[in-house]
């Protein structure tokens, strides 16, 4: 069960990918949690999502502290499936609760009321990639994943040190 969700490649092109997305979620995520980079912090997001978005008081710090965590999460590479995933569905139901009407593109003009979804697709992707193929390199999965291996050869009795990748 435990490798289904640490088990990754080595690959270092996937854990760009995870980085990236785990640095932009980070940021968002402690604006919204800390009031960090100018964002308006806990109460003042737990006021918007539950008064604009009427979200439920518990989704509503659910989904920001998702955020926050999943960034912390990947970009150490630690449970990246599940930060990628908790990002994916926070992306979706910030497209069907809020930027969908707004078509897909972001308003970089000014000329609409709103963002469209063009970078919640982007993040979903990116969730999507780390999700299918793990952390990747440079990760906490990648050394639990390790060491579980070769504590699991030594329990088994194998001889052989080697890791395969999956």
């Given at each position: 069960?435990?490798?289904?969700?640490?088990?990754?490649?080595?690959?270092?092109?996937?854990?760009?990918?995870?980085?990236?997305?785990?640095?932009?979620?980070?940021?968002?995520?402690?604006?919204?949690?800390?009031?960090?980079?100018?964002?308006?912090?806990?109460?003042?997001?737990?006021?918007?999502?539950?008064?604009?978005?009427?979200?439920?008081?518990?989704?509503?710090?659910?989904?920001?502290?998702?955020?926050?965590?999943?960034?912390?999460?990947?970009?150490?590479g630690l449970f990246?499936?599940?930060?990628?995933?908790?990002?994916?569905?926070?992306?979706?139901?910030?497209?069907?609760?809020?930027?969908?009407?707004?078509?897909?593109?972001?308003?970089?003009?000014?000329s609409q009321p709103?963002?469209?979804?063009?970078?919640?697709?982007?993040?979903?992707?990116?969730?999507?990639?780390?999700?299918?193929?793990?952390?990747?390199?440079?990760?906490?999965?990648?050394?639990?994943?390790?060491?579980?291996s070769r504590v699991?050869?030594?329990?088994?009795?194998?001889?052989?040190?080697?890791?395969?990748?999956?």
């Amino acid at each position: 069960m435990i490798e289904s969700l640490i088990g990754t490649h080595a690959d270092w092109v996937v854990a760009i990918a995870r980085i990236v997305l785990g640095i932009i979620f980070f940021g968002h995520g402690a604006q919204k949690m800390l009031g960090w980079y100018d964002g308006p912090g806990l109460s003042s997001s737990m006021r918007t999502f539950t008064e604009h978005l009427h979200l439920p008081p518990v989704l509503a710090f659910l989904v920001i502290a998702g955020e926050f965590l999943s960034g912390v999460g990947l970009i150490v590479g630690l449970f990246s499936r599940i930060a990628a995933l908790v990002i994916a569905l926070t992306m979706v139901g910030a497209i069907a609760t809020v930027h969908f009407r707004f078509g897909l593109f972001l308003n970089w003009l000014g000329s609409q009321p709103g963002h469209g979804i063009e970078y919640h697709l982007l993040a979903i992707a990116l969730a999507l990639v780390v999700m299918v193929k793990g952390a990747g390199a440079f990760s906490l999965d990648r050394l639990v994943y390790e060491h579980t291996s070769r504590v699991e050869q030594s329990v088994n009795g194998e001889t052989t040190k080697t890791i395969v990748d999956r």
